[in-house]
């Protein structure tokens, strides 16, 4: 610990030694926060209103592989939440993602109004955490290892333990930041960079800072309590609700500021389409407080504008997004939906050596497009017949062909089929091929009492990289859990906008790639042509202006912005041309401004031509993946293997990616990572 302080003291006083800068900072004092994951710094800056952002770097602990959670605070939103004084250059900066009980080695940089910089180590010690539901000690299956191919490091798990909720851990197993508002449930996500978390008819915003705010009471909305997830919807939140006519069969889409922007009623669509073809619907849908559909997690398709909902007593359903009608039904047909001739017309057809969803939960999208959930393997518990029974459960991929009404299993998990975790459980993919798997309530290995809770990581490779035990009562340790970035959180007055880069595949159609602006950068594997052209698409919350972009490169590469950026509402087009291949540039939206707030935004993208599975290199896997879609129509699902972006997947993509072979791009975090393990 000493050698990463002094390292730390180091750096920053080797970086002051040659710079001149247009102000300095000084650290005054620092104060415990609500929990001991946060503490609060006390900084002056001179003059009073030099500064233009702040960031702080938590050291891992010694032989720590995972990334250093790290955040930046612009000027402007320390001033709005009144952390900055800018008369008199005093500054608080909340400093969260501490290790507890632990002298934690921090890094400051600070950032000037002239883009001259200074940075500062300081120690911040912490308290031990009073921790009555055994997050600090899980049981180690097998402890984190030492490969840095995992995607992810932070982990939000979702609990209705103690008087926090939710929890962050990281793949070490260490606690680093939980619930301050001393209010316990299961549906939460991390949003917009604060939690937000359901309880009874109440929305709450959790601050990572430890304030926070009831956002909205909607009892007056006909809400009488949100249940199982708040998931990502087209344009917000969707969280599911309970209302006075029905059990946990209503969804909601939010937004931000907790606005309903649209509902979708399962039980009245459903009762539509049962009756529309002649069916008793009375015989299937129930009124409440019946849990005859037992909504526990729902997902969004851009790709075909659909809403895939998870009816864990029947089977996932997927909605047209904008009218409601159903398009397809997934399940075991042995259930008491199949008998309705109304649903069976829905029905899916199983591809070979396809098994069915059953009890399922935790749907997602995964990067290629497909269908990814937790099958529990537990039969209806309202429903007669009930269906099957399973005595393992396993997370799987489907891919739902939807001209030929085919569900095909792509992928599945296991895992010896040992594990058997009947309710709860989830599994998330962050980047390609790297999972985080949860088993909520593990009725084996151990049977209860007592119970368990499981958490793994899987990396792209299917290897495992960490594997932790909880002690469990029912859900309420570990509801289901999510992979989150920690790494690069930025804190502006402006709502973080999302990114893509977008390529016309001619008549196919235009398709896009997610370049997220924090954690793992978005890989772009498409062919720029001969002179390197690309565009990228930035959407914001709201209508805004922009001054200008720039392009720069962080591995050595060549881009260029062309002209001026195109502005059509909220959304940013920045054109770029002379992109070089294998390399991660940075796009730079400079003078952004919504009306009442001017910010910059960075949206790092990777280009690697050839890089199908946007794993990072071009290898066998990628030419296998093109070969396997040669000669098919360019969909949604398969345009990554249309490298040549021209509408057609056929010898040419094959031969560009073979060309590609062996290329890959550069790690930024590489020197970090093996610094640390050179600590091990």
């Not at 931000?256 to 002649?278: D, V």
Request: aromatic residues 10%; proline residues 5%; negative net charge.
């Amino acid at each position: 610990m000493k050698n990463v302080i002094a390292a730390i003291l180091f750096t920053a006083t080797c970086f002051l030694a040659g710079t001149v800068n247009a102000g300095s900072v000084m650290i005054t004092g620092q104060t415990a926060g609500p929990t001991p994951f946060i503490s609060d710094l006390q900084l002056s800056a001179s003059p009073p209103n030099s500064i233009k952002s702040i960031k702080f770097q938590i050291a891992p602990k010694t032989g720590s592989v995972t990334r250093p959670l790290a955040a930046t605070y612009t000027s402007e939103y320390l001033k709005r939440r009144g952390y900055y004084n800018s008369q008199t250059g005093a500054i608080l900066l909340p400093v969260f993602g501490l290790y507890d009980n632990y002298a934690n080695a921090v890094l400051l940089t600070y950032v000037f109004t002239d883009n001259s910089s200074q940075q500062a180590g300081v120690v911040v010690s912490t308290s031990a955490f009073n921790d009555t539901c055994s997050y600090s000690h899980p049981t180690v299956i097998q402890a984190r290892t030492n490969s840095t191919a995992l995607s992810y490091d932070y982990i939000l798990l979702k609990n209705k333990c103690g008087s926090f909720s939710p929890i962050i851990i990281d793949s070490d197993g260490w606690v680093r930041w939980v619930g301050a508002a001393g209010v316990t449930d299961f549906p939460a996500r991390l949003y917009q960079n604060s939690i937000y978390l359901g309880h009874g008819p109440l929305l709450y915003r959790l601050e990572l800072d430890g304030t926070y705010a009831m956002l909205r009471d909607y009892s007056s909305d006909g809400v009488a309590d949100f249940h199982h997830n708040i998931d990502l919807g087209k344009r917000g939140l969707i969280v599911e609700v309970d209302t006075p006519a029905y059990t946990e069969s209503v969804n909601m889409e939010i937004d931000g500021l907790g606005n309903i922007l649209k509902t979708w009623n399962l039980a009245a669509i459903i009762t539509a389409a049962m009756t529309g073809a002649g069916d008793d619907a009375s015989q299937f849908v129930k009124p409440a407080p019946n849990d005859w559909f037992h909504n526990n997690a729902v997902t969004y398709k851009k790709s075909d504008d659909s809403l895939l909902v998870s009816s864990r007593e029947n089977f996932v359903i997927a909605l047209d997004y904008a009218t409601g009608a159903i398009k397809w039904i997934l399940g075991d047909n042995t259930k008491q939906w199949y008998q309705f001739q109304s649903l069976r017309n829905f029905a899916l057809t199983l591809d070979t050596n396809t098994l069915p969803p059953i009890g399922e939960h935790a749907l997602s999208i995964t990067t290629d497009d497909n269908l990814l959930l937790f099958d529990n393997g537990r039969s209806s518990l309202n429903h007669t017949p009930p269906g099957a029974d399973r005595t393992y459960s396993a997370p799987r991929k489907y891919q739902i062909n939807t001209q030929s009404k085919v569900a095909t299993e792509l992928w599945n998990f296991p895992n010896g089929q040992a594990f058997y975790s009947p309710f709860c459980s989830s599994i998330y993919e962050d980047a390609p091929l790297n999972y985080l798997v949860l088993y909520s309530i593990l009725t084996n290995p151990a049977p209860p009492p007592p119970q368990f809770a499981e958490v793994l990581g899987l990396e792209a490779s299917g290897a495992k990289v960490f594997d932790y035990r909880y002690p469990n009562m029912g859900c309420d340790a570990a509801w289901n859990g999510l992979p989150i970035h920690l790494e690069q959180v930025m804190f502006t007055t402006i709502v973080q906008p999302t990114a893509v880069s977008r390529k016309d595949h001619g008549l196919s159609g235009i398709f896009d790639i997610p370049m997220p602006l924090t954690g793992n950068s978005g890989v772009e594997c498409r062919s720029g042509g001969a002179d390197g052209s690309y565009q990228l698409v930035v959407t914001f919350a709201s209508p805004v202006t922009i001054t200008t972009a720039t392009a720069t490169s962080d591995s050595g590469g060549t881009a260029s912005v062309v002209g001026t950026p195109v502005v059509a509402g909220n959304q940013v087009i920045v054109n770029l041309t002379n992109v070089s291949n294998a390399q991660t540039l940075t796009v730079n939206l400079i003078g952004v401004n919504d009306g009442s707030n001017t910010e910059n935004f960075s949206v790092p993208m990777s280009v690697l031509v050839g890089d199908t599975t946007g794993n990072g290199s071009v290898n066998s896997s990628d030419i296998i993946q093109v070969k396997s879609q040669s000669g098919a129509a360019v969909t949604a699902a398969n345009f990554r293997e249309d490298v040549t972006a021209n509408g057609a997947i056929n010898s040419s993509d094959i031969t560009l990616t073979k060309s590609k072979t062996g290329s890959g791009v550069p790690a930024k975090q590489a020197s970090l990572r093996n610094r640390n393990q050179a600590n091990r």
